[in-house]
């Protein structure tokens, strides 16, 4: 049995913010075919927005928000042959163990897959063992692939669910040496964290611009005022920028990542996944090193990659240039074609896929491996230590009225409010 795209698949897509959504949907066209699987948004603080979703661009069959245990429940009342859960990993512990005991009766249940929607850059070993349990844990790279295998290994655990393939969004045809598109600062949410790094490289990229009157340097925004991605952000580009005066060349800039790629000749950032999708384009890409090197800004990931410069250089004309093996290492600009690296994937999956029945799921946390840390962790999403459904939890079977949608935008509000506003105040007084 093999998937192509003749293949009709039901899948269905997990996702808890609108990057994660993008990863899971483009996942299940990449791996099971599917061009438009059934969605389902995690309800939490970083569900995306109508117009996140249209930015993301990546269309639905369905689309719907839900609890842990109302997803648990659709799982159970609708037959799919693929499930991909696009989410944190806590998240992912959870739904793997809530599937596991809505699906220990099943005659047949789906495959489960997850992964990760970019650099993997921290809490490696927590991130993998909160993955462990899905039949088929996506590896982007080579790099990570090792790495993962390394992961499971060290604890026993079965590492067969881990299968190299690629970051899913690296579309577009290579760049042609354009000398003439935008520069491109790809700006995160929480990299960096402090108000005045942020504020340096919002300068810095404002300078370029003044430095450079007939180039366009465009601040790639990830999301509006109110409105949450995959992480927090205290200080939003948006609200720093009326500090400071942009030269008329300098624009805070929405849209489509690959979009804004297609006519870039320079990708600046600090360790944003979208410098692997400028990669793929062949987009030159500086991974800056003007706050240093260090872990905590995941551009030490970028290690060995010949993209790591500063503004500086920048400033000055330097162009970088990747090291082609380090690029294929992680997945990118690699000597063989694109849908290629599907391949592995789709293979474990069509081999599950063909037995008349899949193994009940098998986290390598228990209560016997881990009864100090599981428990919190399900029961976050209303989930008992057996992965049954706590007593009161929240209802999917009818959709919110009103008053409880007004109720919700006003709890997200106010949590928007404390982590942009509140926070940050509490944090500086603590560094008196």
């Not at 719907?64 to 989410?87: I, P, Q």
């Not at 190299?164 to 520069?183: D, H, S």
């Not at 008992?384 to 935008?409: C, E, H, I, M």
């Amino acid at each position: 049995m093999s998937i192509s795209k003749s293949k009709s698949l039901r899948v269905a897509v997990l996702a808890d913010s609108d990057t994660r959504w993008k990863w899971g949907a483009l996942t299940a066209a990449r791996v099971a075919g599917c061009e438009e699987p059934d969605g389902f948004l995690l309800r939490g603080r970083a569900t995306p927005t109508a117009r996140q979703l249209r930015e993301v661009g990546v269309r639905a069959a369905s689309l719907r928000e839900v609890t842990a245990n109302g997803f648990v429940r659709a799982m159970g009342e609708t037959e799919y042959d693929v499930v991909v859960l696009a989410l944190v990993g806590g998240g992912v512990q959870a739904l793997v163990h809530g599937l596991r005991y809505a699906w220990q009766e099943a005659a047949k249940r789906p495959v489960l897959v997850t992964g990760y929607v970019g650099v993997v850059y921290e809490k490696l070993a927590d991130g993998l063992l909160l993955r462990h349990g899905a039949d088929v844990v996506l590896a982007n790279s080579r790099d990570d692939a090792e790495r993962f295998r390394a992961v499971y290994e060290g604890v026993g655990a079965d590492s067969a669910s881990v299968v190299e393939c690629a970051l899913p969004f690296l579309q577009g045809e290579p760049a042609t040496g354009k000398t003439e598109g935008p520069v491109v600062f790809a700006v995160q949410p929480s990299v960096p964290e402090r108000r005045a790094d942020r504020l340096y490289l919002l300068r810095r990229a404002a300078q370029h611009a003044r430095l450079h009157p007939g180039r366009e340097v465009l601040v790639k925004l990830r999301s509006r005022p109110g409105e949450h991605t995959t992480h927090i952000e205290e200080q939003p580009y948006q609200k720093l920028a009326r500090s400071i005066e942009l030269p008329p060349n300098c624009r805070l800039e929405y849209g489509h990542m690959g979009t804004i790629l297609d006519t870039a000749s320079l990708l600046v950032t600090v360790s944003s996944t979208a410098a692997l999708e400028a990669l793929h384009r062949g987009v030159p890409t500086a991974v800056l090193t003007d706050l240093g090197i260090r872990e905590a800004l995941g551009n030490h990931a970028f290690l060995g990659s010949g993209c790591l410069t500063s503004w500086d250089a920048l400033d000055a004309g330097h162009l970088p240039k990747a090291d082609p093996a380090w690029a294929a290492r992680q997945g990118v600009a690699s000597d063989r074609p694109y849908e290629s690296a599907f391949d592995a994937a789709r293979a474990r999956i069509a081999a599950l896929l063909a037995r008349p029945q899949l193994p009940p799921l098998a986290p390598y946390y228990t209560l016997a491996t881990a009864p100090g840390y599981l428990p919190g962790i399900l029961a976050r999403h209303h989930l008992a230590p057996d992965g049954s459904p706590l007593p009161g939890a929240p209802s999917d079977t009818r959709p919110p009225g009103p008053l409880k949608q007004v109720v919700r935008q006003a709890a997200r509000g106010a949590y928007r409010h404390g982590v942009q506003r509140v926070a940050p105040v509490i944090r500086r007084m603590g560094e008196l």
